[in-house]
């Protein structure tokens, strides 16, 4: 809500006037915060200001968002939002309303998550993974980014479809499952690519497929789920932009333009797809209704796998 005798005009004449903060609700190192900080960069220079990211990891990303939501409606506060958001209020109740608290700016990528695998599995395709994991019921872990975050949900329902009983063992964030994966402490993850990207070159683990109904342009040897032994497997990470609602429309408007600006150059077009994620914006409405449909699909994958929050 605007203070009074300040109207959302005035707050909007010269935006922004501040350093603008950039919360990602994971630690350092997943998809959320890569993201975030690509975007951060070029916003500073587009806005004027300094776009400063700050890491709030913890539930699932709710802490954040928590943030987010009650900070004061001045569009000094934004939140790299991913795919999680969308996922938590379908398993937990939450401090906040995702439709009522936040202000949607607009959607800036798409893009899959990986299966990877510890070298120390013996599993060298997807058949050969869920032969493992039948065989061994209770037994295989993976790794996520904590309870109601993508890589939970992907993996509930790769479990789901292959009737398998796999361990959950939520981490802070995405950085912290990949080391837990490429050590050796967890059997398997599904991170995002760009979390991913560092260790896919390396011996540290081993990828075996990805979500999406097409392959990533980033890891175009790696088959999709789909493809590998999973018929009707879909599954795709996103990350978008909000901010506290009662934000005025001149800002949000102004956010809007600013990130898509930014996120369709050809220079973050190119970063982006070495990531291995697409570029997709869209208006503050169509992003609203995108969160919207998420969620109800989410709910009815959660109903489907019985995923819960640990």
């Excluded at 493992?132 to 789901?160: I, K, V």
């Excluded at 990207?197 to 790696?222: D, E, H, Y």
Aim: glycine share 10%.
């Amino acid at each position: 809500m605007v203070g009074a005798g300040v109207s959302g005009s005035a707050l909007a004449q010269g935006y922004p006037l501040k350093p603008v903060h950039m919360l990602v609700g994971f630690v350092p190192g997943g998809g959320a915060d890569i993201v975030g900080r690509m975007i951060a960069q070029k916003l500073t220079d587009e806005l004027g200001r300094p776009v400063v990211v700050e890491n709030r990891p913890g539930a699932g990303s709710a802490i954040a968002t928590e943030r987010v939501a009650k900070a004061a409606p001045d569009g000094y506060t934004l939140l790299m939002m991913s795919a999680s958001a969308a996922i938590l209020p379908a398993m937990v109740k939450l401090p906040y309303d995702l439709e009522r608290d936040l202000a949607p700016i607009t959607l800036v990528s798409m893009g899959p998550l990986v299966l990877v695998v510890h070298p120390s599995v013996p599993a060298r395709s997807v058949k050969e993974l869920i032969a493992l994991a039948r065989a061994r019921p209770g037994m295989m872990r993976y790794a996520s980014n904590g309870a109601g975050s993508p890589p939970h949900l992907a993996s509930e329902l790769f479990g789901t479809m292959a009737k398998l009983k796999l361990v959950h063992v939520p981490y802070k964030g995405g950085g912290d499952a990949v080391i837990a994966t490429a050590s050796g402490e967890i059997d398997m993850s599904f991170p995002t690519v760009p979390a991913a990207m560092p260790l896919l070159g390396t011996n540290k683990f081993r990828p075996l497929a990805v979500t999406t109904p097409r392959r990533s342009s980033a890891l175009a040897s790696v088959p999709t789920l789909d493809e590998a032994g999973l018929p009707g497997y879909q599954f795709s990470n996103w990350n978008g932009v909000g901010t506290t609602a009662g934000v005025p429309r001149d800002i949000i408007m102004r956010l809007n333009a600013a990130i898509a600006k930014v996120v369709n150059t050809p220079e973050m077009k190119k970063a982006f797809n070495d990531q291995g994620i697409e570029p997709q914006t869209n208006t503050p409405q169509e992003y609203a209704k995108f969160l919207r449909n998420e969620i109800a699909r989410n709910t009815m994958l959660i109903k489907l796998s019985g995923a819960k929050a640990e």
